[in-house]
């Protein structure tokens, strides 16, 4: 299943209101608006959240149309706090390529200030 834009649907990020804008090919862009569901106790956003933001935006550069990325590793520095109502970009990069797998570079923005770092490790695998 696709959707408009021709991405493959992801229906974790569609239940986050997370709206993946580009995707495939090494690099895809997602954005979302912190809500009152994605805070925790303290009132900022919650870590998993932030994680959750930048799997998605990994999942969606590793994944395209010949393709299937299969994610096993993802580490994540979070930097500054994040609050409701904040509009978030997170854009995944492929830093090195290897024969058989990528390292991504994920960077979570709120306007050109960098949020959150993750570096994951997809395996690539060609589609049947």
Not at 94 to 103: G, S
């Amino acid at each position: 299943m696709t959707s408009q834009n021709n991405a493959p649907v992801d229906n974790y990020a569609k239940h986050l209101g997370v709206e993946i804008v580009q995707h495939g090919g090494g690099h895809a862009e997602s954005f979302v608006t912190v809500t009152s569901d994605h805070l925790n106790p303290h009132g900022t956003t919650h870590g998993a959240f932030l994680f959750s933001v930048s799997g998605i935006a990994l999942a969606a550069a590793a994944n395209n149309d010949t393709h299937s990325g299969v994610i096993s590793h993802v580490a994540i520095d979070y930097l500054r706090p994040v609050r409701e109502g904040d509009q978030l970009r997170a854009e995944a990069k492929v830093d090195v390529r290897l024969p058989k797998e990528d390292i991504y570079v994920v960077k979570v923005y709120r306007g050109d200030e960098v949020v959150a770092r993750a570096t994951g490790r997809g395996n690539r695998r060609e589609r049947a």
